[in-house]
C-alpha cells in the first residue's frame, strides 16, 4: 500500500517527503536523560526554539516519564505539566506540536492547546483514548509497548517480535480506520525498548521495512536508549549522541519517517548524509509532496 507523503496535524500539512525530526521535550521530573531541566515555560520554549533552529520539524511535549519503573501520573498533575508549556510554544513556534500522553484527558485537552499529534507509546489501550484520539483532527502516532513503563523489561517474551508487533500496530490501524480517520493522520511506531530485549530490538529494527510495508509513515525513536548503550559495551547515556544520530540515519534508510531524538543537530547532520549518500527502501508513496 502507498505511504501518504504528507502528515496531516490538525489541518496543517507536515511534508515527509524526507524524514522528518521530532525533538523531546520532557515536562517532567524524573525521564531518563533529562528530567527536570525544562519543567518552567520559559526553559521549555528556550530548549524547543534551539531544536527548531537546529533542524527539528516537530516537537514533542510529554508530562509522564515512559522510562522502565516509572511510575504513571495523575491526568491532573500531567495537565498542569504541559498545557502552560504547550500554550507558550504554540505561540512562540511555528512547528506541529505533539503530545506525548496515554490519557484521552490529556489528549483533548493538548489538542485544544494546540497540539496537532497525538503520540500514544500505550498504543490508544487506555479505556477511552481511542476515541479521543479518533475525534480529534490531530495526527496519531500509535506505539507498541508490552505492558506498562513500570512492567516492561521484566522478562519480555515473544515467538516472532516483528510478526507481533506489525500485527498489533495493523490492528490499531485498523481501529482507526473504523472510526474515520483517514490514512494521512496515522503514524506507527514499534516501540523500541518497550518490553523489549536487546535481540528484539535488534531484530524489530533490521526489520522496519516490514512494518514501512504496511503502508503508513513509521516513526522510531531509539535517541540515547538502552540498546545502544548495550552495543556500545554499557555506554552511559552522555556518551551515546553519536550512536542516536546513526541509528537514525539508518531507520531513515530503511523508511522510516520521522525520527524522534534529543540530539537534534547531530541527527540532522546524519540525515543529510543519509540523503546525498545513502539509499531508502519502502514502498510507493501518495499525496502531495
Ligand atoms: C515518549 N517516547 C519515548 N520513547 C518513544 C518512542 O520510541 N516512540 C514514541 N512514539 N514515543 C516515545
Do not use: W
Not at 17 to 24: A, E, K, Q
Not at 58 to 66: K, N, P, Q, R, Y
Not at 140 to 148: D, E, S
Amino acid at each position: 500500500m502507498p505511504v501518504s507523503l504528507t502528515l496531516d496535524c490538525s489541518g496543517r500539512r507536515l511534508r515527509l517527503d524526507r524524514p522528518r525530526i521530532m525533538g523531546v521535550l520532557n515536562v517532567t521530573p524524573d525521564s531518563f536523560s533529562d528530567g527536570g531541566r525544562f519543567l518552567e515555560p520559559e526553559a521549555a520554549v528556550a530548549h524547543a526554539r534551539a531544536m527548531v533552529e537546529a533542524g527539528a520539524d516537530i516537537i514533542d511535549v510529554g508530562g509522564e516519564s515512559t522510562r522502565p519503573g516509572s511510575e504513571p501520573v495523575p491526568f491532573e498533575e500531567e495537565l498542569r505539566r504541559v498545557i502552560p508549556v504547550l500554550t507558550a510554544l504554540r505561540a512562540a513556534l511555528p512547528v506541529p506540536l505533539s503530545i506525548d500522553t496515554s490519557k484521552p484527558e490529556v489528549m483533548r485537552a493538548a489538542v485544544a492547546a494546540g497540539a496537532g499529534l497525538i503520540n500514544d507509546v500505550n498504543g490508544l489501550r487506555a479505556p477511552g483514548a481511542l476515541a479521543a484520539a479518533a475525534d480529534s483532527a490531530a495526527a496519531i502516532c500509535v506505539m507498541h509497548m508490552r505492558g506498562t513503563p513500570r512492567s516492561m523489561q521484566r522478562e519480555p517474551r515473544y515467538d516472532d517480535v516483528l510478526r507481533e508487533v506489525c500485527g498489533f500496530l495493523a490492528e490499531r490501524a485498523s481501529a482507526l480506520r473504523g472510526l474515520g480517520v483517514p490514512a494521512d493522520r496515522i503514524v506507527l511506531d514499534p516501540g523500541f525498548g518497550f518490553g523489549k530485549t536487546l535481540e528484539h530490538n535488534v531484530a524489530l529494527f533490521r526489520g522496519l521495512a516490514e512494518l514501512v510495508s504496511l503502508g503508513y509513515p513509521v516513526l522510531v525513536g531509539v535517541s540515547r536508549k538502552s540498546m545502544l548503550g548495550a552495543i556500545l559495551g554499557d555506554r552511559p547515556v552522555e556518551g551515546r549522541v553519536t550512536a542516536s544520530a546513526v541509528a537514525a540515519a539508518l531507520a531513515a534508510g530503511y523508511g522510516a519517517r520521522i525520527v524522534r531524538v534529543h540530539d537534534v543537530a547531530a541527527t540532522a547532520d546524519a540525515l543529510a548524509v543519509q540523503r546525498a549518500l545513502g539509499r531508502t527502501v519502502g514502498p510507493p508513496t501518495t499525496g502531495e509532496g
